[in-house]
Nanobody, 121 residues
Framework: QVQLVESGGGLVQPGGSLRLSCVAS????????MGWYRQAPGKQRELVAL???????NAADSVKGRFTISRDNAKNTVYLQMNSLKPEDTAVYYC???????????????WGQGTQVTVSS
């Protein structure tokens, strides 16, 4: 019964900032990679950024220098700090994580329900 819950989305003007949070809860033994994806209307879902359990990060070229992903392992939480937002950043943002619920289980691929980010003047 692992679940991911996102928060922090909303409407913001171009050049503004938002901070997304995603908390994993339930039966959790360990969490591997956590990441953020987004999907704009009429487009495929794309990877925005990811962070490993050790803190190494990668981000899509379209957001490098503007978005920062981070995690707090003690809180089972991943964040996405979004600065200098552009209209093309408008999308539903989804949290994703690889999670084990017990020592002997396989890793499961879990998704949050998504949070809407709209960048408009």
């Amino acid at each position: 019964q692992v679940q991911l819950v996102e928060s922090g989305g909303g409407l913001v003007q171009p050049g503004g900032s938002l901070r997304l949070s995603c908390v994993a809860s339930g039966s959790i033994f360990s969490i591997n990679v956590m990441g953020w994806y987004r999907q704009a209307p009429g487009k495929q879902r794309e990877l925005v950024a990811l962070v490993t359990s050790g803190g190494s990060t990668n981000a899509a070229d379209s957001v490098k220098g503007r978005f920062t992903i981070s995690r707090d392992n003690a809180k089972n939480t991943v964040y996405l700090q979004m600065n200098s937002l552009k209209p093309e950043d408008t999308a539903v943002y989804y949290c994703n994580a690889l999670i084990k619920y017990s020592r002997d289980s396989f890793y499961g691929n879990y998704w949050g329900q998504g949070t809407q980010v709209t960048v408009s003047s």
